[in-house]
């Protein structure tokens, strides 16, 4: 199983970017890169998913080098309702399976 | 579209009982996967279903156990409550495929006394 590492907490200023790097030394070939944000006693969300090179939606980006052995997720602008914990997740690298494993996360605090 | 739905969304039991959590997916969505939550353990997979069959299991005892009908919606079963059961148990759906974008319900806090 692919496996995670990243920081356990951030902290950032409203109105900054953030980049929050992500480890996954052993993702498969085949795993794509996800990251998922959650607040306290909600489910997680959705925020971004890249195979290689970059990817960019209406919230965030994400850079993937080209060996994928790590991962950046880049927030412009935060504000403090961005204040949650940030997972980044790789496939489980076995077939047509939705099995998230999800690692300790990066709890991101933004302060005005 | 209406978002995942979860029931109840609180409950307190007793050790030793059984418990069922109730899960409507997204509608169109055909696989369902159950999470639990603790502080201490984090989010941890417990089991997917796809097309009322158990596609992917995690490394819990088999006091868990879950089914899914034919219209997508999915319960999950614990029996013989302990006290380190109490979680937030939380349920995703996605259309198909591998890896797809999950979108997870409010979930069910379980307390267990």
């Known amino acids: 199983l692919a496996k995670t590492t990243q920081p356990i907490s951030m902290d950032s200023y409203e109105g900054q970017e953030v980049n929050i790097t992500c480890s996954h030394n052993n993702i498969a070939t085949n795993d794509y890169i996800t990251w998922y944000q959650q607040f306290p006693s909600q489910g997680p969300r959705f925020i971004i998913q890249g195979y290689k090179t970059k990817v960019t939606n209406e919230v965030a980006s994400l850079f993937i080098p080209a060996d994928r052995k790590s991962s950046t997720l880049s927030l412009p602008r935060v504000s403090l309702s961005d204040t949650a914990v940030y997972y980044c997740?790789?496939?489980?690298?076995?077939?047509?399976?939705?099995?998230?494993?999800f690692g300790t996360g990066t709890l991101l605090a933004v302060q005005p | 579209k209406a978002g995942v739905t979860q029931t109840p969304r609180y409950l307190i039991k007793t050790r030793g009982q059984q418990v069922t959590l109730s899960c409507s997916p997204i509608?169109?969505?055909?696989?369902v996967s159950w999470y639990q939550q603790t502080p201490g353990q984090g989010l941890q997979f417990l089991f997917e279903?796809?097309?009322?069959?158990?596609?992917n299991k995690g490394n819990f005892p088999g006091r868990f156990s879950g089914r899914q009908f034919s219209n997508s919606r999915s319960e999950m079963n614990v029996s013989t409550l302990e006290l380190g059961d109490s979680a937030l148990y939380l349920c995703?759906?996605?259309?198909?495929?591998?890896?797809?974008?999950?979108?997870f319900g409010p979930g069910t806090r379980l307390t267990v006394t």
């Open positions: 279903y796809f097309s009322e069959t158990q596609r």
């Open positions: 509608s169109g969505h055909r696989s």
């Open positions: 995703a759906s996605s259309l198909a495929g591998y890896s797809a974008e999950q979108y």
């Open positions: 997740l790789v496939g489980d690298g076995g077939g047509a399976t939705n099995k998230l494993i």
